[in-house]
């Protein structure tokens, strides 16, 4: 009789813990699938016309970065990747280099008069997504006037 109680209590605490998870979990598993992830600064390296940022100026673009707002999301079809890799535009971009556990991705920033253009490539995948940010468009411009 007692195990069949104490059974029961065990299984409400297990459907529980299913059905709603902790917050902690949830925040957890969200950024595992998160199409524009928050970044730390320890884990990637930024890039510039084939330069290294110093360390300042990357902590300063990955928490621009961070705070972009979300716009939309393009599709990609099969056989177009090169395309969204390659955009016909004369803006160079700051390429990040994440490394994460075991993945690693390269994240290429264009920053438009009117947008932040993204495209993440991982694996064999490829993604593209407009931001929008003023800082991290203000910041472009302030590191290309230093590099030229």
Known sequence: MTWTIALSVLLGI???MVMSPPSAVVEWIFSKLALHPKLNSK???????????E???KI??????????????YDIFPGKENLFLHPETNVTPFVINVKRE???SRIFVYCLADHV????QYKNKVVAYDLRSENLQKFTLS??????
């Open 43 to 53: 884990e990637v390296t930024v890039t510039y016309i084939e330069k290294h940022l």
């Open 14 to 16: 297990v459907l529980k």
């Open 143 to 148: 590191a290309t006037k230093d590099v030229i």
């Open 55 to 57: 360390e300042e100026e």
């Open 102 to 104: 075991k993945n690693d």
């Open 60 to 73: 300063r673009l990955i928490d621009n970065f961070n705070q972009a707002t979300f716009l939309k999301q």
């Open 117 to 120: 253009y993204v495209v993440k």
